[in-house]
């Protein structure tokens, strides 16, 4: 018997290795099923605010905008590829705990479908990925997904140079 999984959550931050999982996702959502949801999520880190003395809530709406714009044109490329369940959110707080605990007991998540690494470099230096603790602590399935639709390794620094000019 296949796994059916019914409820998937795609963290989203901007970076290539969230776009592939993004695309893994779909394609696991297709194969699952027309009753499986794709839940999309943008977590912005509030901790990255809080050493602003002039707090400016302009610079948090525009990450949000930002966010929600990228999401708006996968829901649309998600859509296009046949899934007819696919929501989105900007949350705030710690991506690392909202991903790997929060969203998936709210939302019924059984499983995440998350890219290798992310966008912030010095974060997973200093205190370890957010795929790494997801993937150490959340209670459902997780997916790291490093390859491409065709199951080829991920496009190199080099390579993805111009990737998020491209967006």
Same mark, same amino acid.
């Given at each position: 018997?296949? $796994?059916? /999984?019914?409820? &998937?959550? %795609?963290?989203?931050?901007?970076? /290539? ?16 099923? +027309?009753?499986?949801?794709? #839940?999309?999520? #943008? ?6 605010? $809080?050493? &602003?003395? =002039? ?6 709406? $525009?990450? *949000?905008?930002?966010?929600?714009? *990228?999401?708006?044109?996968?829901? +649309?490329?998600?859509?296009? !590829?046949?899934?007819? #369940?696919?929501? !989105? !959110? ?21 499983? &995440? ?13 200093? &205190?370890?990925?957010?795929? +790494?603790?997801?993937?150490? *602590? ?6 790291? %997904? ?9 496009? =190199?620094? +080099? $390579? ?8």
């Amino acid at each position: 018997m296949l $796994q059916k /999984y019914n409820n &998937i959550l %795609v963290p989203i931050d901007g970076s /290539y290795e969230a776009e592939l999982a993004f695309k893994k996702a779909v394609a696991v959502a297709l194969r699952n099923g +027309e009753d499986t949801k794709l #839940h999309l999520v #943008h977590v912005v880190d509030t901790r990255a605010f $809080q050493n &602003i003395s =002039s707090f400016d809530t302009a610079m948090v709406e $525009q990450v *949000t905008e930002t966010a929600r714009k *990228t999401m708006d044109g996968y829901i +649309e490329e998600a859509k296009k !590829s046949g899934i007819e #369940h696919i929501d !989105s !959110s900007v949350e705030y707080g710690a991506p690392k705990t909202v991903i790997a605990k929060e969203l998936p007991k709210e939302l019924g998540i059984d499983l &995440i479908m998350i890219g290798a690494t992310g966008l912030n470099a010095v974060e997973r230096l200093l &205190i370890g990925s957010v795929t +790494e603790y997801v993937t150490r *602590t959340a209670d459902c399935d997780v997916l790291v %997904v490093r390859t491409d639709l065709e199951n080829k390794p991920a496009l =190199s620094k +080099e $390579q993805r140079k111009g990737f998020s000019e491209n967006k």
